[in-house]
Each structure stands twice: as structure tokens, then as C-alpha cells.
């Protein structure tokens, strides 16, 4: 299966978790707009501001007002609002009836983002597809727009119009420092002589966890971040959410 697909009749849904997320697949989107696909979007985290903001990208790239969803979720402690955001992506999901779902890889760069990606895969039975976003939350700083691991993935690498609306789409968020943080990574790795140009490429891979319980990595990434604090706090929220879901609970500890 390609996950790049320009197939007219899929309909796809991005389950971003905060604004400024979908920066790392926004010329897809784009792409796929004008290709005539139904295109939905989410955020599981937003406020006021940061709503604002979402509604003017998702203008910019051409999605419909009345196809975005946004669950007001806490920034920073999305996994204890799991059990009541669980309910709410299902009937989401429902009405969208989205034949590709898309969400950043659970890679344990952001707690937030691992457990929209939870809500993601308990809500849904069909593809899905993950976006690097970054990792890991062991580092202050952190590896953005690249896998841990590159198998499977797919690369869709953007012309000189798509790369001017990556950059575009960098600077729709006063409330942040995203454009700074994106700049800065760059230097850094010319620095290191390992430079990357994030806004020439997009990437993803179809879903390539199935448990929840380990962390989404090669064995000596994996191993630093189970004796990480982060990972506790998602072990026990983890716990609470597979308690409070009975009905769909299949792992045990």
C-alpha cells in the first residue's frame, strides 16, 4: 500500500494534536485539496488563540470550515483527558468515515502526541498512517521531521511551490516560537555538518506499534526512555485509560 496516495475517492482525516503540528504534512494536505479528496482535520489540544491560528492554515491550504474538529484538551496533559476524549474522536470518526487516518508517531517526543495517537488507534479499525513529528523527550534537543527508525517509511519530496508553503505555513503562529525552533534545528545541524532541510521532504509510514506498553524505538532509545519520569507518567495514564475504556480493553499489566 502506498501512503502517498493520490487516489481521488480515499478520504483522509489528519488528527493533528496541537496547532502548528500539521507544519510537518501541510503541502500533502494541500496536495491532496486540490486533487478533490475530502479532506478533515483535528487538534486535540486548542484554546482560543491557538484555535484562531489552526482555522487560518487550515484556510491556507484549502480544508472547509465545517471539516475541522478541535477538543480543547490541555495542553501538556492530554493522557489523564483520555477517557473523556475517547468518546468524542469515536463519534468523530463516525461522521468523518475517513478511509486513511493520519497522527504523529508514538515516538515519545511529547506525551501529547503519543496519546493522540492512542485515541487514534482505539477509535479507528482502518489505516493509519504516522507522521514524524520529533523525539525523543530525553534530550533538550530533540530529532524533528525523521523516524527513529526509517523502516517503511515513505518520502514525498515537495517542489520550489510546496517548500514556500511549508516556510508559509511556519510563520501562522505568533502565540509560539515554532518558526524560531524550526530555523534554529536547521543551523544546528549545518553546523554539524548533517544538514537536513525539513522543508524540502514529508514523511510517513503506516502504523508499526501494536502495544502501547513499549516504547516505539530501537533497543537503546527504548531502553533510556523506560527509566525516563515521562514514560512513568505514561505508564499510569495508560493504565487509567485501558480501566476507564473496559468495553475495548485488551492489554493487561
Known amino acids: 500500500m502506498k501512503a502517498f496516495s493520490t487516489d481521488p475517492a480515499l478520504r483522509w482525516l489528519f488528527c493533528m494534536t496541537h496547532p502548528d503540528d500539521e507544519i510537518s504534512i501541510c503541502a500533502w494536505i494541500r496536495r491532496l485539496v486540490r486533487n478533490g ?19 487560518n492554515v487550515a484556510k491556507l491550504l484549502g480544508v472547509s470550515e465545517e471539516n475541522l474538529f478541535f477538543f480543547g484538551a490541555t495542553d501538556g496533559s492530554v493522557c489523564d483527558e483520555i477517557p473523556g476524549l475517547l468518546p468524542r474522536f469515536r463519534r468523530m470518526i463516525e461522521e468523518v468515515a475517513p478511509d486513511r487516518v493520519c497522527c504523529g508517531a508514538f ?102 506499534h501494536v502495544d502501547f506498553r513499549k516504547p516505539n524505538h530501537p533497543p537503546l532509545i527504548a531502553r ?12 499510569k495514564a495508560l493504565r487509567a485509560a485501558l480501566k476507564a475504556d473496559s468495553s475495548r480493553a485488551v492489554l493487561t499489566f
Open 37 to 55: 479528496n475530502p479532506v478533515f482535520l483535528s487538534w486535540t489540544h486548542s484554546n482560543p488563540i491557538r484555535e484562531h491560528e489552526a482555522r
Open 107 to 208: 515516538e515519545q517526543g511529547h506525551l501529547d502526541h503519543d496519546s493522540t495517537n492512542y485515541l487514534v488507534s482505539r477509535s479507528y479499525d482502518g489505516t493509519i498512517l504516522e507522521i514524524p513529528f520529533y523525539h525523543t523527550y530525553l534530550t533538550r534537543i530533540q530529532r524533528i521531521n525523521r523516524f527513529s527508525n526509517a523502516s517503511g517509511e515513505e518520502v514525498h519530496h515537495l517542489n520550489r511551490e510546496e517548500q514556500a508553503l511549508k516556510k508559509k505555513v511556519a510563520r501562522q503562529y505568533p502565540s509560539q516560537n515554532i518558526w524560531h525552533v524550526l530555523l534554529s534545528y536547521e543551523v544546528w545541524q549545518k553546523a554539524r555538518l548533517k544538514p537536513i532541510e525539513l522543508a524540502k521532504s514529508e514523511r510517513m509510514r503506516l502504523q508499526t
Open 224 to 235: 533510556r526512555v523506560r527509566r525516563s519520569k515521562a514514560w512513568r507518567r505514561w505508564r
